[in-house]
Nanobody
């Protein structure tokens, strides 16, 4: 089992920044990558970013590339999503995902609301 707890959401004006955190615990040695997804007010789930274990390689959704940065701090068991140049269309509930191997499954946090006003 893996537990994920997000924090850092809130309200910000367009052009501002926020940093989301995802604290992870449990059987973390089985995690092969972490991801961030968001659920928009229109109820669309969108891929935001992921970071792979070991290599540290990252991957981003087209709408956030160049503005968002995913990183991890293993000493703190935390994954971060730095969000810069925020736009109203970034308004969503952001959720952290951990994908494990053996068993092959994914885990989700409870989500954190981000609201960007124009």
């Amino acid at each position: 089992q893996v537990q994920l707890v997000e924090s850092g959401g809130g309200s910000v004006q367009a052009g501002g920044s926020l940093r989301l955190s995802c604290a992870y615990s449990g059987n973390t040695f089985t995690i092969i990558h972490f991801g961030w997804y968001r659920q928009t007010p229109e109820n669309q789930r969108e891929f935001v970013a992921r970071i792979f274990d070991g290599s540290g390689n990252t991957d981003y959704g087209a709408s956030v590339k160049g503005r968002f940065t995913i990183s991890r701090d293993d000493a703190k068991n935390t994954v971060y999503l730095q969000m810069n140049s925020l736009k109203p269309e970034d308004t969503a509930v952001y959720s952290c995902q951990a994908v494990t191997i053996l068993p092959s499954r994914d885990y989700w946090g409870q989500g954190t609301q981000v609201t960007v006003s124009s």
